[in-house]
């Protein structure tokens, strides 16, 4: 069982990234996705859950309008769609799964000890 993030890198403000988490050994379809992101001296937060229960997404208000969360069920993948990068963005980002028993808002709020599967992080840097 592994989830793979991937897609981070450098790139200058107002640019854009896309984040890839590509699970294997097990279907991602069955399980709530969230994006976390922990900058230095910070806590990890959570930036983006997709509910597996009813399709709900949520977003943390830093990056409401920015930044999409999806999944292709055919790719056994995820995706985070960032755009308008700011520096504050800069972090290590983190995929997640967890079992949908609460809804993504709970996941990405306060359950970020229930996320059962984690792929290592993929850093971004957004600095001119």
């Known amino acids: 069982v592994q989830l793979q993030a991937s897609g981070g890198g450098l790139v200058q403000p107002g640019g854009s990234l896309r984040l890839s988490c590509t699970a294997s050994?097990?279907?991602?379809?069955?399980?709530?996705i969230g994006w976390f992101r922990q900058a230095p001296g910070k806590e990890r937060e959570g930036v983006s859950c997709l509910s597996a229960s009813d399709g709900s997404s949520y977003y943390a208000d830093s990056v409401k309008g920015r930044f999409t969360i999806s999944r292709d069920n055919a790719k056994n993948t995820a995706y985070l769609q960032m755009n308008s990068l700011r520096p504050e963005d800069t972090a290590v980002y983190y995929c997640?799964?967890?079992?949908?028993?609460?809804?993504?808002?709970?996941?990405?709020?306060?359950?970020?000890?229930?996320?059962?599967?984690w792929g290592k992080g993929t850093l971004v840097t957004v600095s001119s």
């Open positions: 050994g097990f279907t991602l379809n069955y399980y709530t």
């Open positions: 997640a799964t967890a079992r949908p028993v609460y809804s993504g808002t709970y996941y990405c709020n306060n359950g970020i000890d229930d996320m059962n599967y």
